[in-house]
């Protein structure tokens, strides 16, 4: 399967300027166009923010491994959980205790940041890198569809420079301030660099 940078390597932009001959002038852009999917990259940023640590035992004594906890275990409320926070259903067939692949980790969280990810490919309409969608995709998961709208509101006026600052001051009232420094570096740099 050919990843982004393969599927959308035409030009983002085409127009006419005026009717002179010559004046169609072609444009490009690095920034991808739609449809966005999440990166590899996102998965284990993502589990290691949920999850703590990428690798070793976590604040709540689980075994981590990649960013992802690969043992049914019961989470803070008691609800059986697994992987990046994913809360298991009967349709998961798996009980506490038991174990997982980290293959089956991701398709999970796959699955869990479906509605994160059909909101910012549904609301955002200006291109973006993959780090540039990853970050939008990681604040929408955390925050909630509704609770990024506004979010998606400033990245549709395409002043990209303006978002980290955005992103920083987004939401954090809960404590969320390390992660959304986190983000904002992410949607600048493209470093994903989840360590708190």
């Known amino acids: 399967m050919p990843d982004a940078l393969e599927r959308n390597s035409t030009p983002v932009v085409a127009g006419t300027t005026n009717t002179a001959i010559d004046s169609v002038k072609t444009g490009s852009t690095a920034r991808l166009g739609k449809p966005w999917i999440v990166s590899e990259n996102l998965l284990q940023f993502l589990g290691t923010w949920e999850n703590g640590v990428m690798n070793g035992k976590n604040f709540a004594h689980q075994v981590v491994t990649n960013g992802f906890i690969l043992k049914v275990y019961k989470d803070s409320r008691s609800l059986p959980t697994v992987g990046c926070g994913h809360l298991v259903v009967a349709a998961d067939k798996l009980k506490v205790g038991g174990k997982i692949s980290e293959e ?13 990810e059909g909101a910012v490919n549904k609301n955002i309409k200006v291109p973006m890198h993959q780090y540039e969608y990853d970050a939008l995709v990681s604040l929408t998961f955390n925050c909630g569809v509704n609770g990024a709208s506004k979010l998606f509101d400033a990245v549709n006026k395409g002043k990209y420079e303006l978002i980290p600052a955005t992103i920083e001051k987004f939401r954090t009232g809960g404590g969320n301030e390390a992660r959304r420094e986190s983000e904002a570096e992410l949607f600048k740099t493209g470093v994903y660099d989840a360590s708190h």
Do not use: C, G, M, V
């Open 104 to 116: 089956r980790a991701k398709e999970l969280l796959k699955s869990d940041l479906a509605t994160a």
